[in-house]
């Protein structure tokens, strides 16, 4: 079973940055791509950033040029940097892992709040 271990989260006012961690117990050279995801209350939860393995990043429209999704294969670690915050990206954010096989993994989530 893979884990995936999320930092990084907090309360921050506007226009503030934020970077968000995530380390699986597995090597993230084993997953297809690896993705943050987020979800507010009472919705649904909805894909962020996406990075494959090989090709280009996705992101949802609404945080294109403020977040970034990276990798450090020396630290086995996937972050999510995210400038320029608004209230509305307020949610839990949660990374998640797609395996090879199919499978797909999620952490345990971490809370980011924007507010002044």
């Known amino acids: 079973q893979v884990q995936l271990v999320e930092s990084g989260g907090g309360l921050v006012q506007p226009g503030g940055s934020l970077r968000l961690s995530c380390v699986p117990s597995?090597?993230?050279?084993?997953?297809?791509?690896m993705a943050w995801y987020r979800q507010l209350p009472g919705e649904q939860r909805e894909l962020v950033a996406r990075m494959p393995r090989t090709g280009s990043s996705h992101y949802r429209d609404s945080v294109k040029g403020r977040f970034t999704i990276s990798r450090d294969y020396a630290k086995n670690t996937v972050y999510l940097q995210m400038n320029s915050l608004k209230p509305e990206d307020t949610a839990v954010y949660y990374c998640?892992?797609?395996?090879?096989?199919?499978?797909?993994?999620w952490g345990q989530g971490t809370q980011v709040t924007v507010s002044s």
């Open positions: 998640n892992a797609e395996h090879y096989s199919g499978e797909s993994y």
């Open positions: 597995g090597s993230i050279f084993g997953f297809e791509a």
